[in-house]
């Protein structure tokens, strides 16, 4: 079955800095791949989504980038704030298996100020 | 527009009793999915819910069960609980069994089993 990782488990910025996290999956056939951004006491919600015929996608501060050769894909973090702090997911899935999302492990984002 | 919602937000139960857990779905979804959170790890799917039939599973023993009613909300039962049970529970609507759509997340069940 899919295997998605992800990298890496902890990550502290300057604010205004920059954030890139990555992860790799294991299925070819994965051709959804969504980010999601949990707060403490929260459930995930959904911050950006890529499908495997798009190469990047860009939503203001967000960008998600995807090489389905290598088969990986990043979320990319702009002029980073206090409030981006949280655990990010991301996750791939397989149309044929019902839109089950596999998730990555998390990484938890700190921004400093 | 209400975003999917879940009942109750915490639980404690004592091993081998039962458990369900609820879910409404946003507006304009007619699939859920649920997810288990073990604390510090990435949800992991249980199974899902299309038109009120299991459409797709993941590794979880039978004694996890689920239904969907007609207005597309949706149970998660539990039988014969066990202390690796204890977790986030998590909901998540979308639109379309069989497509890749956006799901949406609820702010989860926390079950802890003593």
């Known amino acids: 079955g899919e295997n998605v990782e992800q990298h890496p488990s902890t990550l502290s910025v300057q604010e205004g800095d920059s954030a890139v996290i990555k992860c790799t999956y294991s299925?070819?056939?994965?051709?959804?791949f969504p980010w999601y951004k949990q707060e403490l006491g929260k459930g995930p919600q959904l911050i950006i989504d890529?499908?495997?015929?798009?190469g990047e996608k860009k939503d203001q501060r967000i960008a998600v980038t995807l090489n389905k050769t290598a088969k990986h894909f990043s979320l990319h973090i702009t002029e980073t704030q206090p409030e981006d702090s949280a655990v990010y997911f991301c996750?791939?899935?397989?149309?044929?298996?019902?839109?089950?999302?596999?998730f990555g492990a998390g990484t938890i984002l700190r921004v400093k100020s | 527009e209400t975003g999917v919602t879940q009942s109750p937000t915490h639980l404690i139960k004592t091993r081998g009793q039962q458990v369900t857990l609820r879910c409404s779905s946003q507006?304009?979804?007619?699939?859920v999915s649920w997810y288990q959170q073990a604390l510090g790890q990435g949800p992991q799917f249980i199974f899902q819910?299309?038109?009120?039939?299991?459409?797709g599973r993941g590794n979880f023993p039978p004694r996890f069960s689920g239904l969907q009613f007609p207005n597309y909300s949706s149970e998660l039962n539990v039988n014969a609980l066990e202390l690796d049970d204890s977790a986030l529970y998590l909901c998540?609507?979308?639109?379309?069994?069989?497509?890749?759509?956006?799901?949406?997340f609820g702010d989860g069940t926390r079950l802890s089993i003593l």
């Open positions: 998540a609507s979308s639109h379309g069994g069989q497509t890749n759509q956006p799901q949406h």
């Open positions: 299925d070819s056939a994965s051709n959804y």
């Open positions: 890529i499908r495997s015929n798009v």
């Open positions: 996750a791939a899935s397989l149309r044929e298996y019902g839109n089950k999302l596999v």
């Open positions: 507006s304009g979804h007619n699939t």
């Open positions: 819910y299309y038109r009120e039939e299991e459409n």
